[in-house]
């Protein structure tokens, strides 16, 4: 057998460690980017304009100071400043959540917008308080239309977590990149690393879609079993708003 | 250096470098990009042949890219093509990953331009070459426009990128200032300041150009 597969099964406790770290800081991120995504997008649709200024100014912020940036102001930056160094995986999390939170916001700002402005006049009509309004007739209805361009981010965010190789977290990167050192075979580490990532991807797609299929059945709609496999290019087809990674959406 | 605090001096001595770098982020960005945004439109006509053959290998590949970390596929080929130089790895491999997302915006487009004006050119018994050059492109790119800006934008901002595979763009030299002098915070503050002022008047005009293009 080629030597670096050899190294990779012998080391196997490594990888998997490596892949518990990238595992670690992808989900930590996501859930405190999803509730950043909440906070900062509802706080888009408040009447006060102060709140919604506020919110406006942290988008803008994060997404327009580069990610990489980001991480590497955390890491390097801050405890010059404050005198205290954060561990690198906290930082990675801290940093993803910032960023991804604030695209995220959009996503939820723009799937609460989505949902037909008679519902609102219904629930008014109805005489459901404003939380009622939110919690039980335009999140559900919105949060199905969210899942997948927030799928998008998910697995953006797995992309960005090879960062973590570059504050010396031991991820998956750092891992392969070492097994890689040590066989010298570049070409096969590095086509295995993206075999890995693609396979968390495709795991992820198919979490997400199980999701939205769970959402969708709640609003009475049926999806079938067929688009559960789905990936994320078949899925962008049919709604035209392409979520970018960057800039105004 | 006591580094408490926020030295403007060492930030004065910063900038020009950082200003230097800029460039070659810039450079990077358009030529990355054009790169994307015209195998991206490959893609997009690729992925409406009229062949399995050609239309299952072409999504399946542009799964896989679009699936995996571009920092990986940046270290990935600046190692495995170690004698290339590494600004042009970068631009190629900036573009091919780019390239993936800018031709599902070129697909919605298409997919935009109704079909009456295909069966019109057919009636008219265009080329299929004239047909696309002359009926369908031009409505779908123009509609897209927005869309591809905005991909732009998110592609100067992974820039930094570049940086690992010793690409002595923006951060490189944020990073190297920051090693020699000890002053990461000055030099990492105002690169994230240099990202903002860049970005963000481009994204307000694309959101402008959105409006006008009726989105």
Redesign the interface.
């Known amino acids: 057998m080629n030597t670096f597969f050899t190294a990779f099964f012998d080391n196997l406790p490594q990888v998997l460690s490596g892949l518990g770290v990238t595992a670690e800081a992808t989900v930590l991120g996501a859930v405190i980017a999803f509730a950043l995504s909440f906070v900062l997008g509802l706080m888009a649709g408040h009447r006060n304009i102060v709140v919604r200024g506020v919110s406006r100014t942290v988008v803008?912020?994060f997404?327009?100071?580069?990610?990489?940036?980001?991480l590497?102001?955390l890491y390097?930056?801050l405890p010059?400043?404050t005198?205290y160094q954060l561990s690198a995986l906290f930082c990675g999390v801290v940093a993803f959540a910032l960023n991804f939170g604030a695209y995220g916001s959009e996503v939820v700002r723009g799937g609460i917008n989505a949902v037909p402005r008679a519902q609102w006049e219904a629930a008014v009509a109805l005489n459901l308080s404003p939380y009622q309004r939110m919690r039980r007739v335009i999140l559900p209805q919105a949060l199905a239309q969210m899942i997948p361009p927030f799928t998008n981010l998910l697995?953006q965010l797995?992309?960005?977590?090879?960062?973590l190789?570059?504050i010396s977290a031991a991820d998956l990167?750092t891992v392969i990149?070492q097994l890689?050192d040590r066989t010298g075979e570049?070409?096969i580490a590095?086509?295995t690393?993206?075999v890995c990532?693609?396979i968390i991807?495709?795991i992820l797609?198919l979490l997400m879609n199980l999701l939205e299929r769970s959402a969708k059945a709640r609003l009475g709609q049926y999806t079938g079993t067929r688009g559960l496999f789905r990936?994320?290019?078949a899925a962008?087809?049919e709604t035209?708003?392409?979520v970018?990674?960057?800039?105004?959406? | 250096m006591s580094g408490a605090k926020f030295d403007w001096s060492a930030a004065g001595e910063v900038l020009p470098m950082l200003l230097r770098g800029f460039e070659i982020t810039l450079l990077a960005t358009v030529l990355g990009f054009l790169v994307g945004a015209v195998l991206g439109l490959l893609i997009a006509i690729a992925r409406r042949a009229p062949t399995r053959f050609v239309t299952a290998p072409v999504r399946g590949l542009m799964e896989f890219i679009r699936s995996t970390p571009l920092l990986v596929q940046l270290v990935g080929a600046a190692t495995v093509f170690s004698s290339v130089d590494p600004l042009v790895i970068g631009i190629i491999v900036l573009g091919i990953h780019y390239a993936t997302y800018t031709s599902e915006v070129y697909r919605a487009g298409i997919d935009g331009v109704p079909k009456g004006q295909w069966e019109a050119s057919r009636a008219l018994s265009l080329s299929p070459v004239r047909t696309w050059r002359a009926v369908v492109l031009p409505q779908a790119v123009r509609n897209v426009l927005p869309a591809l800006g905005n991909y732009a934008i998110s592609m100067f901002k992974e820039t930094p990128f570049l940086a690992v595979i010793t690409v002595q763009e923006m951060v490189f030299e944020a990073r190297k200032y920051g090693a020699d002098h000890f002053a990461y915070t000055e030099a990492f503050t105002l690169a994230g300041l240099i990202f903002l002022v860049a970005s963000y008047p481009t994204s307000l005009l694309m959101r402008k150009l959105e409006k006008r293009l009726g989105h």
């Open positions: 803008e912020f997404r327009g100071t580069s990610l990489y940036v980001q590497f102001w390097y930056a010059l400043l005198g697995i797995l992309k960005a977590t090879p960062l190789w570059l990167m990149q890689r570049s070409l590095y086509v690393l993206l990532y693609f991807a495709y797609t990936t994320r290019s962008g087809a035209v708003p392409v970018p990674t960057g800039g105004a959406s």
